[in-house]
C-alpha cells in the first residue's frame, strides 16, 4: 500500500463548478502535507500547504483531518486554468512522499 | 522560482552508455533531491543531498549514483543506461520555512530517453 494515495482521476468539471480532491495517508508521522499543482509537461508547483486548522486562499481551500488521516482541497468557481494533475505530499523528517496525482479538466 | 536549474533538458542517449545529470541551485539550501517521474507512479526519490558530499539513497536508488561536491551543484548518474530509467528526471531543493517546517520547490525537469 502506498504511503499516500489519491483517486487518479480525471475529473472532468464544467467552468465554475466547485471540485473536491481528497487524499489519504496511511504513516500519521507525517508533519507537513501540500498540494502542488503540475501542468502537463511541467515541474509540480506548490498550491498550498495544508495545517490542521484548515486554510484558504481565494479559491482554494485546504483541510487537514488528522484523525481520519485524509487531506482535502477544494476548489471553487473552477477556471479553464485550473486544468493539471493536483499532488498530494506528505512530508516525513525530510523526505517528501509524493501521491499519484488526480488530473482535473475544466471544460468551457 | 528557487533558482534551480537542470541540464540538459533533454537528452536521447543509448543503452549501456553513462549518463549524467546536473541540478544547479543559486539559494545555498542544505538539501536537494533527484526524483523521477513515470507514469502511473508519480514522484519517487532517487537518491537526496543532506551537505556537501553527504547523501542518501531514495525509494528507486538502483542503477544511479550521486555526487555533491558544492553546494551549489547536486549531479544524477547513471553508470550504464538501461530502456527502463527512461523517465522525467526532476531535481528540488527543500527551503526551510520562516515560521518552522519545510516546502519544496522544483527545477524545470530532464527528459532522458534510452533508446
Known amino acids: 500500500r502506498k504511503e499516500v494515495e489519491q483517486d487518479p482521476g480525471p475529473f472532468n468539471v464544467p467552468e465554475g463548478a466547485t471540485v473536491a480532491f481528497n487524499c489519504t495517508y496511511s504513516?500519521?508521522?507525517?508533519?507537513?502535507f501540500f498540494w502542488y499543482r503540475q501542468d502537463c509537461r511541467k515541474e509540480p508547483k506548490l498550491l498550498m500547504s495544508?495545517?490542521?486548522s484548515g486554510n484558504e486562499d481565494g479559491r482554494f481551500t485546504a483541510q487537514l483531518n488528522r484523525a481520519s488521516q485524509y487531506i482535502s482541497l477544494l476548489i471553487r468557481d473552477s477556471k479553464l486554468s485550473d486544468s493539471a494533475t493536483y499532488l498530494c505530499?506528505?512530508?516525513?523528517?525530510?523526505?517528501?512522499?509524493f501521491g499519484p496525482g488526480t488530473r482535473l479538466s475544466v471544460l468551457p | 522560482d528557487a533558482g534551480i536549474t537542470q541540464s540538459p533538458r533533454h537528452k536521447v542517449t543509448e543503452t549501456g552508455t553513462p549518463v549524467t545529470l546536473r541540478c544547479h541551485q543559486t539559494e545555498n539550501h542544505r538539501y536537494m533531491y533527484w526524483y523521477r517521474q513515470d507514469p502511473g507512479h508519480g514522484l519517487r526519490l532517487i537518491h537526496y543531498?543532506?551537505?556537501?558530499?553527504?547523501?542518501d539513497k531514495g525509494e528507486v536508488s538502483d542503477g544511479y549514483s550521486v555526487s555533491r561536491s558544492k553546494t551549489e551543484d547536486f549531479l544524477l548518474t547513471l553508470e550504464s543506461a538501461t530502456s527502463s530509467q527512461t523517465s522525467v528526471y526532476f531535481c528540488a531543493i527543500s527551503r526551510q520555512l520562516a515560521g518552522g517546517g519545510n516546502e519544496q520547490f522544483f527545477g524545470p525537469g530532464t527528459r532522458l530517453t534510452v533508446l
Open positions: 495544508v495545517y490542521s
Open positions: 543531498s543532506y551537505g556537501v558530499k553527504d547523501t
Open positions: 505530499v506528505g512530508l516525513y523528517g525530510q523526505n517528501f512522499v
Open positions: 504513516n500519521s508521522a507525517s508533519q507537513s
